[in-house]
Every structure is written in C-alpha cells, then in structure tokens.
C-alpha cells in the first residue's frame, strides 16, 4: 500500500493515545522533532491491515519507553 498523507492524521490521534497509555512514552514522543514524528507515523500509517497497524503502534511505544529509559 502507497504512503496516504490523509491516514497519517487520523493514525496521529491513534498513536498518542496509545502512548498516553505511559506518560513517559507520550514525553518521549513529544520530544522527537517533528521529522521524527513524521518517519514514525508513515511506519505506522503504511500499514495495510489495522493488526499491522495496531502492532506497529505497540513497537513505536516500546522505542519510546526505550528512549525514555535512556534519558
């Protein structure tokens, strides 16, 4: 499936609240600079089938509560 840029805004709200899930996820995230964000949610948003999709959010929550750990 072709990247979409009108799945990346709906796929935005999905992922943060699947990061606000852990506060320190949700931080993490919001400290990426916008360009992260954006590779981050194409991962997620290109994904055909929402199990991808769900999946791809849970991966994108594990490398932010990483990234949080290391801060």
């Known amino acids: 499936m072709k990247h979409k840029p009108e799945n990346e805004a709906g796929e935005r709200a999905a992922l943060e ?16 600079p916008p360009s992260r964000q954006a590779e981050w949610l194409r991962y997620v948003a290109e994904a055909a089938r929402p199990q991808t ?5 849970a991966k994108v929550l594990e490398a932010m509560l990483a990234r949080a750990c290391e801060a």
Request: aromatic fraction near 4%; proline fraction near 5%.
């Open 17 to 32: 609240q699947t990061l606000a899930t852990r506060p320190e996820a949700l931080a993490a995230w919001s400290a990426l």
């Open 53 to 57: 999709r769900e999946r791809r959010r």
